[in-house]
């Protein structure tokens, strides 16, 4: 009986160490699951975080407005260091501005040869980069998801030229944008520069032949460029205006103030201008010859 007593207190004291470490491995557990790690046995090592909890490059710690843990001095560091992520190439490379607004010269006569040939320019090449190229350039950009930014950078050339051919010498220095005018009958003789308003052309003629022929613009209706027989009286390669202040190379002046000149508004905007009177020429390059060629004295002919 007293033998049974102890032993029942036996049982008693056994059982209540064991539901005591029952408790405690319960608390254990239920600490490592809230925690959301392993519970390691004491004096262990601790365990390295699985792969998965490192931060990935789309979500690095504190990029999500909260602040990364700071570890533990008792913490290890991995023993494999972190991959250091490789900087991913810019999809279009820095590209250099070749040409742009007001450039002139050859490449640009070029670049609107190349521009016509596939559709994006609709006149005559006149190696000055104005609107009209800048427009033209812009839409080349668009059809080949370029950005648009109406200037021709080496991308913008690259691809151009992979897409058309050199152009011939008729394509870079075609007459004119339109079909010159049949010559009226006072510039049938001698050395002629014949202007015909009705198809906006200028001849050069020496004895009824047609040397060179260019596009040309005129005077609005309050400041008309005026018709009839002249001769040029004088030249000046590089003239202003005294009254506009204006620019007015190549100037062959043949009727007081006006003048056969070259016109950088013309070769930028077209036929949406006009002149104070004065025959503009926009392509450079030929009137550039047509002034070496001409002479004081030389008649003019203007007519409709």
Known sequence: MIGSSRTGRGHAHTGGRAAGAASAVAV????????????????????????????????KPGTDGTESATPSASAKPSSTPKATPKATP?????AKVLMATGSQGKQVRELQARLRQIGHFDRSPTGYYGSVTVTAVQSFQGKRG??????TDTVTWQKLLGMTHAPTAAELNPPTTRPAAKPDKRCMTGRVICISKNSRSLSWMIDGRVVSSMDVR??????PTREGT??????SRHHVS???????????????????????????????????????????????????????????????
């Open 28 to 59: 254990l557990a239920l600490v490592a699951v809230t925690a959301g790690c392993k519970a390691e046995p004491a004096g262990s090592a601790p365990a390295a975080p699985p792969a998965s909890s490192s931060p990935t490059e789309d979500a």
């Open 90 to 94: 810019s999809a279009d490379p820095q």
């Open 146 to 151: 370029l950005s648009r930014t109406g200037k």
């Open 218 to 223: 005129f005077g609005s209706q309050y400041t």
């Open 230 to 235: 002249f001769s040029v009286y004088w030249k």
């Open 242 to 304: 005294s009254i506009y202040h204006t620019a007015m190379p190549y100037a062959m002046f043949f009727s007081g103030g006006q003048a056969v000149h070259y016109s950088s508004d013309f070769a930028a905007r077209g036929y949406s201008g006009a002149s104070h009177g004065c025959v503009n020429v926009r392509d450079e390059g030929k009137i550039a010859s047509l002034f070496a060629q001409v002479r004081n004295g030389d008649k003019v002919v203007v007519y409709k």
